[in-house]
């Protein structure tokens, strides 16, 4: 795909190539932007996405050093059909539109995705008496093509259960997909289609907020002029409000720890696990990922607004996850548990989806509190800020007749389909069947296509969701050191400067 | 179409039990013998501790002319001895799959592409890697850099000449958790703290002994409870929960606690215990369907070099049994 946006990183130490360095604003050019996105999360991504399909200029950016860093990298990965959503409301019914249009979706951004559906289980006579409420709030919500179960007909669909379920409802379009090539997948056609891309940067100060052009700075005192501002930075999002004297909102990161078990014990359950909710929360639930391994999860604890150790796993959610999901799966405590990770809700106490037009000042749009179903319902909420911007803030529309909207099926992750399976492929580059990452069996082709792929990917964390280079079994054991020394000899980094996530993080400590 | 090659016997992995069961298998007259390593060099992990003057000796073997031999020299050594054989070396094949029945491998490899072996017999020796720290269970916290694990370590001091912490934290104490506190005291960091969940360190004192030319850490218990990792991007610390102090660094190696590499014979469908990973293993090495048979580390348990060498050399003789 050809790049016609510009893609700029904020470096400090300028340990990176000079094409890709931003030193300065007018390597952006001298108009103001029409729309400056702030936080490259799956909403931001997703909008730069929609609103590159028109004539209009575009800035996407963000503190970290690539896409999805922050709450967007750590979830369920499942595609919610919202049979469970409060009904009636905008989360709810973006939710619902997503979910049929989401199989379209993949195969145009070429997103690994499954069908694979749900199973919702009655552990007990007081759950399976709330199984025909289940029902009719589900159908209630548009998802009508849900079947309420025995307990026999349950277990023929997943053998696995316990022996003592009462009965279940199955949700057949509850789906699963990847996150992380999602948000890759919106940011390569957005930059493609025109949308400037600026990592390693945030805002710090507005002025001129009120004025149709408002001046944005930058950490480092630089100048960025935009005349529509958009507040899609997450767990950020506060911070950035104050600086445009937003209304008031309160939010707090929500953590969702998850285990990940090895993919032994994949083949064993077909389709996502559910409990019964109950009025505190959904549970814990056994998730298929589209990589093949089974997660337990999610927990949830609040937290306040600045912990640090919010991203941490424990010991006691370690134990409490174990226990929900043996009461769906009980032989996967037996499996082994190849890792742990916390995802971190935005969560946001005037409530879920809050989006506000012309917040503060005409031609901001604050959006908060998108928590659980942020990636499912990304494309249509997507659409839905796009009008908003529209009709409510006087963003001017065009459509732009060259801009595209879909990934050419080059695109496809190696990991999903496997190059040196292909024989012509393999003779053409013999360097597909050098595995550099034994054990989802990575080739060295693939994380130098990866390096070279639009975003230009420069971290390890990046080229580990990209890739699956360092997710498996061994985390990085065997291949770490090695994906850093591909990155340092492709993209000319010394091998100490390789980061994790970018400058603060390099695998060899400074020399004091 | 995938092509098919025959041969005897298959061995996979070139560790020092692949290589010890190579040599002993021609030894015993048997032809036609195919040793398949994933990585690009034989001598498995004894092959990255690469030799310096004064440096940390690990790996030793007590050679007949009383001079010892270590790490990437033992590597060599074995090498040497491999040459001398009819053994077809295939690097940089990484197999992908078994078919446990049909005694088939299949492995990818660049300039052969995907191929289908059949043999024999088979050989595992496909080695151990350490525990992550997930798969400890008493380690949690944050995941930023500069949590190593020993071999990591090795392929940085060793393999590209740089240290990648002054103020190490070293999560084990076993003799490779000793070795590798010494390993960066040599390379030039301060001496390191050792922490294990036991009462005292599982390193004996006489291997300490050893191990004090270097350095001399302190070790630390963190009674059987956990202990948390500190930092967000950048590994800073590292907190005991029995009395919640901070015990401040710039990395953490975590050593030691090895687990087999069965994922072949758990794709395969042969037993292998969970969650220990050990294949199960009968008499004279076999494992659970006849013609399989596995060596070295990936048996479990805890074995230097020199032990998976003379394993491989046994494993070659049960195999030459079951032949007859």
Redesign the interface.
């Known amino acids: 795909m050809n790049a016609n946006g510009r893609l700029l990183y904020d470096w400090p130490d300028d340990d990176i190539d000079e094409s890709l360095r931003f030193s300065d604003p007018a390597q952006l050019g001298e108009d103001p932007y029409d729309v400056v996105i702030v936080g490259a999360g799956v909403v931001g991504c997703a909008l730069a996405y929609k609103l590159s399909q028109y004539k209009l200029r575009v800035l996407l950016l963000d503190k970290n050093y690539d896409v999805g860093e922050a709450t967007s990298k750590g979830n369920s990965a499942i595609i919610h059909t919202g049979f469970d959503a409060a009904p009636d409301t905008l989360e709810s019914q973006l939710v619902t539109r997503a979910s049929r249009q989401w199989p379209e979706l993949a195969d145009k951004l070429k997103i690994p995705y499954e069908q694979c559906g749900a199973l919702l289980l009655a552990n007990d006579e007081k759950q399976y008496k709330q199984l025909d409420k289940l029902y009719a709030k589900a159908v209630s919500n548009g998802v009508d093509d849900i079947r309420l179960l025995s307990a026999a007909q349950a277990r023929v669909l997943e053998p696995k259960v316990p022996n003592d379920i009462q009965g279940g409802m199955v949700i057949p379009r509850e789906s699963i997909a990847d996150p992380f090539t999602t948000l890759i997948a919106y940011a390569e056609v957005a930059l493609a289609n025109g949308t400037d891309i600026l990592f390693g940067v945030e805002i710090m100060g507005i002025e001129a907020a009120d004025m149709p052009i408002k001046k944005l700075f930058t950490a480092r005192g630089q100048l960025i002029t935009t005349r529509f501002l958009v507040n899609v930075a997450g767990l950020g999002s506060r911070k950035l409000a104050d600086l445009y004297d937003g209304e008031i909102f309160d939010i707090n990161p929500r953590r969702g720890q998850f285990l990940i078990f090895d993919k032994y014990s994949r083949s064993a359950i077909k389709r996502i696990l559910l409990p019964i909710p109950t009025a505190h929360t959904k549970g814990v639930l056994v998730i298929p990922t589209i990589f093949g391994n089974l997660l337990a999860g999610p927990t949830s604890e609040d937290f306040s607004h600045d912990d640090e150790a919010v991203t941490d796993t424990t010991i006691e959610m370690l134990q409490s996850l174990l226990a929900g999901a043996s009461r769906l799966f009980p032989q996967l405590v037996d499996q082994p548990v190849i890792g742990m990770f916390s995802g971190v809700r935005c969560n946001c106490s005037q409530g879920s989806y809050l989006i506000r037009c012309n917040d503060g000042h005409a031609g901001i749009l604050t959006v908060t509190g998108i928590r659980s179903t942020g990636f499912t319902s990304s494309p249509t909420l997507a659409e839905y800020l796009v009008n908003e911007l529209h009709k409510k803030c006087g963003l001017h529309l065009e459509i732009n007749p060259n801009a595209s909207d879909s990934r050419p099926a080059s695109s496809w992750p190696g990991w999903w389909n496997r190059p040196f399976s292909n024989g012509k492929m393999l003779k053409k580059y013999p360097e597909f069947g050098r595995i550099v990452c034994y054990c989802e069996q990575i080739s060295r082709r693939e994380i130098i296509d990866h390096l070279d792929s639009p975003l230009k990917p420069q971290t390890l964390d990046a080229i580990k969701r990209r890739t699956r280079a360092q997710m498996g079994r061994c985390q990085g054991f065997d291949c770490q050191i090695h994906v850093a020394e591909i990155i340092s000899e492709h993209c000319g980094i010394p091998l100490n400067k390789i980061t994790k996530r970018g400058p603060g993080s390099e695998i060899v400590a400074a020399t004091k | 179409?995938n092509s098919t090659k025959y041969f005897r016997v298959v061995i996979i992995g070139a560790g020092p039990a692949g290589i010890g069961a190579a040599i002993a298998l021609s030894r015993l007259g048997i032809k036609s013998i195919a040793l398949v390593e994933?990585s690009d060099k034989i001598g498995g992990i004894p092959s990255l501790y690469k030799k310096k003057t004064g440096g940390v000796r690990t790996f030793i073997r007590w050679s007949r002319g009383g001079i010892p031999v270590f790490g990437e020299e033992y590597a060599n050594s074995l090498k040497r001895k491999l040459a001398k054989t009819d053994v077809k070396i295939w690097l940089?094949s990484?197999v992908?799959e078994i078919e446990a029945n049909e005694k088939k491998i299949i492995l990818?490899?660049?300039?052969?592409?995907?191929m289908s072996l059949t043999a024999d017999a088979v050989i595992m020796a496909c080695g151990s890697?350490?525990k992550?720290?997930?798969?400890r269970?008493?380690l949690?916290?944050?995941?930023?850099?500069?949590v190593f694990?020993t071999?990591?370590l090795l392929?940085?001091i060793d393999?590209?000449d740089?240290?990648?912490?002054?103020n190490p934290v070293i999560i084990g104490s076993d003799l490779i958790a000793y070795a590798a506190a010494a390993k960066l005291k040599y390379a030039g960091s301060q001496e390191a703290i050792v922490v294990d969940n036991g009462r005292g360190p599982k390193c004996s004192y006489v291997e300490r002994l050893y191990f004090r030319r270097w350095s001399q850490p302190s070790f630390r218990s963190s009674a059987f409870k956990?202990v948390?990792v500190v930092g967000?991007?950048?590994a800073s610390g590292i907190r005991l929960s029995k009395d919640g102090n901070l015990i401040p660094c710039?990395?953490i190696v975590v050593c030691g606690e090895l687990i087999p590499n069965s994922?072949l014979a758990?794709?395969g469908l042969l037993k292998v215990e969970?969650?220990s990973?050990k294949p199960v293993v009968g008499r004279n090495y076999q494992l659970s369907k006849p013609g399989w048979f596995a060596a070295g580390n990936i048996l479990g348990g805890y074995h230097g070099a020199e032990w998976c060498y003379f394993n491989g050399r046994r494993v070659a003789r049960a195999v030459k049994n079951y032949f007859s």
């Open positions: 179409m994933r940089q990484q992908l990818v490899n660049p300039v052969k592409g995907i890697r350490e992550t720290p997930s798969e269970g008493w949690t916290g944050s995941r930023p850099i500069r694990f071999k990591q392929q940085l393999g590209n740089l240290l990648p912490m002054h956990s948390e967000s991007k950048t710039d990395g994922e758990l794709q969970l969650p990973r």
